[in-house]
Antibody, heavy 121, light 107 residues
Framework: EVQLLESGGGLVQPGGSLRLSCAAS????????MSWVRQAPGKGLEWVSS????????PYADSVRGRFTISRDNSKNTLHLQMNSLRVEDTAVYYC??????????????WGRGILVTVSS | DIQLTQSPSFLSASVGDRVTITCRAS??????LAWYQQKPGKAPKLLIY???TLQSGVPSRFSASGSGTEFTLTISILQPEDFGGYYC?????????FGGGTKVEIK
């Protein structure tokens, strides 16, 4: 069974940092691109970033570019999202997502349960 | 950036009804569109990809069509478990945007 398990969320002050991790199992991790998607409380879905299977392509949403960094460790089947200079508007549930091959031109076929990040003073 | 406009944003329908949700793209995206269902407090679930291909395990009452800028998701016979949010997503180009969502309520 394919599983994605996020960790590392919590409460952080504005300007602070957090690092999210996603442990993947049940599929060949280094064959698939991965993404992060977030959802602010009571709002819709927002794509945050994606990473190719090799890690060499990493597009970002304008809202997080320059503050967030996506990375992956294929030896540990783990995806990361380093979030710096956090803002109140970054408060959301963050989902780790497996892409069906590439992310572009394909689809997001498996989603983690999500983890809450709250940015507040 | 490609904008996706979903309509309606909310609908209330009875069990057994036929329900249709529309997603319009601000520019052509070929068939690079997916549909997701989200129950309250849960992660989204893939229903449809490549505009009209049913994901494995999804009931056949769900169907979708479209290409270019106009897309539709149809639930042929609405069931009680179909309540929740529905989102379209374009995968033609980055940023991979989502529509604003449609909340489906069962009367």
């Amino acid at each position: 069974e394919v599983q994605l398990l996020e960790s590392g969320g919590g409460l952080v002050q504005p300007g602070g940092s957090l690092r999210l991790s996603c442990a993947a199992s049940g599929f060949t991790f280094n064959n698939n691109a991965m993404s992060w998607v977030r959802q602010a409380p009571g709002k819709g879905l927002e794509w945050v970033s994606s990473i190719s299977n090799s890690g060499d392509t990493t597009p970002y949403a304008d809202s997080v570019r320059g503050r967030f960094t996506i990375s992956r460790d294929n030896s540990k089947n783990t995806l990361h999202l380093q979030m710096n200079s956090l803002r109140v508007e970054d408060t959301a549930v963050y989902y780790c997502v497996k892409c069906g091959g590439f992310c572009q031109y394909k689809h997001f076929d498996v989603w983690g349960r999500g983890i809450l990040v709250t940015v507040s003073s | 950036d490609i904008q996706l406009t979903q309509s309606p944003s909310f609908l209330s329908a009875s069990v057994g009804d036929r329900v249709t949700i529309t997603c319009r793209a601000s520019q052509g995206i070929s068939n690079y569109l997916a549909w997701y269902q989200q129950k309250p407090g849960k992660a989204p679930k893939l229903l449809i990809y490549a505009a009209s291909t049913l994901q494995s395990g999804v009931p056949s009452r769900f169907s979708a069509s479209g290409s270019g800028t106009e897309f539709t998701l149809t639930i042929s016979i609405l069931q009680p478990e179909d309540f929740g949010g529905y989102y379209c997503q374009q995968l033609n180009s980055y940023p991979l945007t989502f529509g604003g969502g449609t909340k489906v309520e069962i009367k």
